[in-house]
């Protein structure tokens, strides 16, 4: 898989946005996102999730990728 993405950004010339799918696996850990502002509404009544989700995307920054991941929506 990672040479499909590395030669995703060799086409795009150096820089991707590719999404993370995050709401996938808030989905998969019980959050309810069938509400326009679904994201909001786990931050209201599930914060923990968030939490728990966003740990899993940090150690990339630890394995000498060159990538920075961002979530506009926590």
Known sequence: MAGVVEELVK???GCAV?????ATQLEALGADIND????????ITKPH???EVTPATRPIHSTGR?????NASS
Do not use: M
Request: with cysteine.
């Open 11 to 13: 086409k795009a010339g």
């Open 18 to 22: 590719i999404d993370g799918g995050f």
């Open 36 to 43: 326009p502002l679904w994201s909001a509404a786990c931050l």
């Open 49 to 51: 999730l968030i939490k």
């Open 66 to 70: 060159r990538a920075c991941l961002h």
